[in-house]
């Protein structure tokens, strides 16, 4: 494993599909108090696991991997399918990412921006989506940072029911050209 400074070698970052073996890990990282204060409610995110593992394409999700190790969670959807509205000027066919690593001592190891890398490509090797999004905290600065260094923009804030603000950050597929998350 990398030291605490070194960022995670590509190859060591895998994303294979979620798998009922997995399910424990990820039921528990929604529990964990690094991952709640971003996702929320446990029980709901455990409704959305479920959904997302039965959903057809353009939705799914994975489980992400170091060196064969769980130790994250990420999902898609197309927003207009999950959510049942178009809203925030988002285009038809707009693919929503949501990510955790639930490994609290593997947070800022670059194993976040690795794996959004490996599913952007996955999403688009699958078919055309116009836009991609990821709604983040405004207080969540390391994730700001993290989507930012693979291209998303920020493009407005939106006040969230609890009161909070996030940012809505989206990228261009017509601006991506495939990479392995160096």
């Known amino acids: 494993m ?4 070194q960022k995670t070698p590509v ?4 994303l294979p599909p979620v798998a009922d073996p997995h399910i424990p890990a990820i039921l528990d990282w929604f529990e964990a108090p690094h991952v709640r204060r971003w996702w929320g409610d446990p029980r709901v995110n455990a409704s959305e ?7 057809p394409p353009p939705s799914g999700c994975r489980t992400v991997c170091l060196s064969e190790t769980p130790v994250g969670y990420i999902q898609w959807t197309d927003f207009k399918a999950y959510f049942g509205t178009m809203a925030y000027g988002l285009p038809a066919g707009t693919i ?12 800022g190891k670059g ?3 690795r794996a959004m890398t490996q599913t952007i490509n996955l999403i688009l090797s699958q078919g055309a989506a116009p836009l991609l999004s990821v709604f983040v905290s405004s207080k969540n600065g390391a994730a700001i940072r993290a989507y930012a260094s693979i291209g998303f923009e920020k493009k407005q804030t939106i006040e969230t029911d609890a009161g909070g603000v996030e940012w ?3 990228l261009d597929p017509s601006r991506w050209s495939a990479r392995d998350g160096d």
């Not at 990398?2 to 400074?5: A, C, F, L, R």
């Not at 929503?96 to 947070?107: S, V």
């Open 49 to 55: 696991l479920i959904w997302h593992r039965k959903a």
């Open 111 to 113: 194993i976040g921006p």
């Open 168 to 170: 809505l950050m989206t």
């Open 2 to 5: 990398p030291s605490e400074n």
């Open 11 to 14: 190859s060591e970052v895998t």
């Open 96 to 107: 929503d990412i949501d990510i955790l690593i639930g490994e609290t001592d593997l947070t």
